[in-house]
C-alpha cells in the first residue's frame, strides 16, 4: 500500500475519509458491510500505476468518517449527496465507479439520480434493484425469507451490535463474514446467531493483518453505522417513489461469483440472465460470473477483478 495517501475532507455536512492514489481520470471505489476503503487497497493500487487516479472513501457510518447516530441520516440521498459533494470536492465534471455490496446499491442509486456525473459503474456482487411500488422491501423480506434472514434482524437498533457482535468479538465476526461462501440466503435465527458461520482458517487473500486492520476500525467506530444503511431500507422505498420505473441509463459491467449469496438469493438469477436486468439497465454491456468465487469478490480475487474493471473502463 506504499504510496496511498489519506486525508479528511468535509462534505455534506459530514467529515468523511478517504485513501487516494495516482493521477489521471478519477475512479471512485465504494465499499460494502462489513467494509471500509481498505477492501479496495489491491484496485488502488492496480489503477495508480495504469494512470488513473483512484478514490476510496470510508462511506457514512464506517471507519474515520462521521457516523451520524440515527438510522434517518443514512437514507440514500444523504449517502449519495456525500458522493455527489465528493466528486465535487474532486473538482470531476464525471468519474468512473466501481462499487461492492452496499457501495453497489448506492452506485446503482446514485448513477440513477445523477447520470450526468458518471462516465460508467462496475458493479460487483449486487444487480440494480428496481422499486417494486406494491410492498416495502423489508415487509416482502420477512413474508420471502422469515423474521430470522440477516436484513430482517438487523432492523432493530441495539439488538445485533450490543449483544451479538459483542458475544463474538469484533476480529472474529469480521473473520466469519469475509470467509462466508454458502451460495444461500443468509438466516441469524435468534439463540444461535452467527453459530453456524464457521471461523474458518484464513485463505490466501486474507491475512491476519488484515482482519486486524478491519477490527480495529470497527471496534473505534462500532457496527451501527453501517447496520443503519439496511435500517433505512424502508425509508428509502417511500424516498424514492418518482423513481418507480426508471431505468439506469450508464454503461455498466456487472461482475459476481457463483457462490454469492446475493447471487443465490431467490430471483436473482432470473433477472440477472433472463432479460429484466437488462430492461432496467439498457447500456448494461456485460455480465460475468466468476466460477468459485464468494461475496467478496474484489478481495479474493484481486488480480481478475483488476484486469476486468481496466479492461472496461480504458473504453471510455
Known amino acids: 500500500m506504499d504510496g496511498i495517501e489519506h486525508r479528511m475532507v468535509t462534505v455534506n455536512g459530514i467529515n468523511m475519509h478517504i485513501a487516494e492514489k495516482g493521477k489521471g481520470p478519477v475512479v471512485l471505489l465504494l465499499h460494502g458491510f462489513p467494509e471500509l476503503w481498505y477492501s479496495w487497497r489491491h484496485q488502488i493500487t492496480a489503477l495508480a500505476s495504469h494512470g488513473y487516479r483512484a478514490v476510496a472513501p470510508d462511506l457514512r457510518g464506517y471507519g474515520d468518517t462521521d457516523a451520524p447516530p440515527s438510522p434517518s441520516s443514512y437514507t440514500i440521498f444523504h449517502i449519495v449527496g456525500d458522493l455527489i459533494a465528493l ?14 455490496d452496499w457501495g453497489a446499491v448506492i452506485a446503482w442509486q446514485l448513477c440513477l439520480f445523477r447520470p450526468d456525473r458518471i462516465k460508467a459503474l462496475i458493479s460487483l456482487s449486487v444487480p440494480f434493484s428496481p422499486r417494486n411500488p406494491s410492498s416495502k422491501p423489508v415487509d416482502r423480506m420477512r413474508a420471502a425469507l422469515g423474521e ?8 432493530e437498533p441495539g ?23 454458502t451460495p444461500a440466503p443468509l438466516y441469524v435465527p435468534k439463540g444461535n446467531e452467527f453459530s453456524h458461520l464457521p471461523e474458518n482458517s484464513l485463505p490466501s487473500w486474507l491475512s491476519e493483518e488484515d482482519i486486524n486492520y478491519y477490527a480495529g476500525k470497527f471496534n ?97
Open 87 to 100: 466528486i465535487d470536492l474532486l473538482t470531476q465534471d464525471k468519474v468512473f465507479v466501481v462499487a461492492h
Open 220 to 316: 473505534k467506530k462500532g457496527f451501527t453505522g453501517g447496520l443503519n444503511f439496511y435500517r433505512a431500507l424502508n425509508l428509502n422505498w417511500e424516498l424514492t417513489a418518482p423513481w418507480t420505473g426508471a431505468k439506469v441509463k450508464v454503461p455498466v459491467k456487472f461482475i459476481v461469483g457463483d457462490l454469492d449469496l446475493t447471487y443465490n438469493t431467490p430471483g436473482a438469477k432470473g433477472y440477472i440472465h433472463g432479460g429484466g436486468f437488462k430492461s432496467d439497465v439498457p447500456f448494461l454491456e456485460d455480465v460475468v460470473v466468476m466460477e468459485g468465487v464468494g461475496h467478496f469478490i474484489n478481495e479474493e480475487r484481486s488480480d481478475e477483478i483488476n484486469t476486468h474493471i481496466l479492461d472496461f473502463i480504458k473504453g471510455f
Open 148 to 155: 430470522d434472514y440477516y436484513i430482517c434482524r438487523f432492523q
Open 159 to 181: 439488538e445485533i451490535e450490543d449483544v451479538l457482535f459483542a458475544r463474538f468479538g469484533t476480529a472474529s465476526l469480521i473473520k466469519r463474514f469475509l470467509t462466508y461462501r
